[in-house]
């Protein structure tokens, strides 16, 4: 299992949001470590998910966005494996999350909008619990609960507390610390700053885009529209149950200043 140990995510002096390396090979090139192919998924009549299509690769921090009820939670359940599909096929990895769902599960770490954890147990008897499921030794554990408490200033003494006692910041950041343990390929967030403050926004800003550039994808979706033009590379807008616009903020750098008329603009032709 890698560790974090003492070194930073990622070197950011390598690459950053506005420069970026240039690819060696072209996205047809390379195998997806998120694939959706032909996503279907309804609730009773209600057809919510018609045929969703998307590929993700190593080193992108995706954006995912479209207004509430559109379909996107729908859609970052069925990858996670909170919801069955009826439909289509999700590979993580390269894992198909219907037919090796644990394999699947192991290549990710997820962050819900609303922190989710043990609250009967203490902060750090639940991270413990965490690595256990993901079978990782006490050497590598304790390296990396250090390293991503200091990343995220998360009182390590705090942590003997009971979780029920904890703000909705402090659980965020609990949260944020048990999806990392494990240094997963894929980093799912889902509005992953709700509750924090400034300071720590700006750090997992920074920890997001450490992660990407050091191979892995982060996926992120979230209603800030501005912080997922200035942070990612590509971003999908869900409408109608697909994808109805996607954009590589890197190639076309100015679609980072357009991209909140471009959100409006989805909607307004499809009315």
Request: proline residues 4%.
């Amino acid at each position: 299992m890698a560790v974090y140990d003492n070194y930073e995510l990622y070197n950011p002096a390598a690459a950053s949001v506005e420069e970026q390396p240039e690819e060696a090979t072209t996205k047809a090139d390379r195998v997806p470590t998120i694939s959706i192919k032909n996503l279907h998924k309804a609730y009773g009549k209600k057809q919510v998910l018609k045929g969703l299509d998307l590929d993700v690769y190593e080193g992108e921090l995706f954006g995912f966005i479209g207004r509430n009820g559109i379909g996107k939670s729908t859609t970052m359940d069925c990858v996670i494996g909170a919801k069955k599909f009826d439909q289509g096929k999700i590979l993580l990895n390269g894992y198909d999350v219907r037919l090796h769902p644990i394999e699947a599960k192991f290549s990710f770490g997820y962050v819900a909008s609303e922190p989710s954890c043990y609250e009967v147990m203490t902060g750090y008897d639940y991270l413990e619990f965490i690595a256990s499921i993901y079978r990782i030794s006490e050497g590598d554990f304790v390296r990396n609960f250090r390293y991503l408490c200091s990343r995220l200033n998360l009182d390590e003494r705090e942590l003997s507390n009971p979780a029920s006692n904890y703000s909705h910041g402090m659980k965020q950041k609990l949260c944020l610390v048990a999806s990392l343990l494990h240094n997963p390929k894929i980093w799912v967030l889902d509005e992953p700053t709700v509750g924090l403050d400034i300071m720590t926004v700006e750090e997992l800003k920074k920890m997001m885009r450490e992660y990407a550039n050091h191979g892995n994808t982060v996926f992120v979706t979230s209603h800030n529209i501005d912080l997922v033009a200035k942070l990612c590379d590509r971003v999908a807008i869900v409408n109608d149950g697909k994808v109805a616009a996607l954009y590589d903020l890197n190639r076309e750098p100015n679609r980072r200043i357009q991209l909140p008329k471009l959100f409006m603009d989805t909607y307004k032709t499809k009315e």
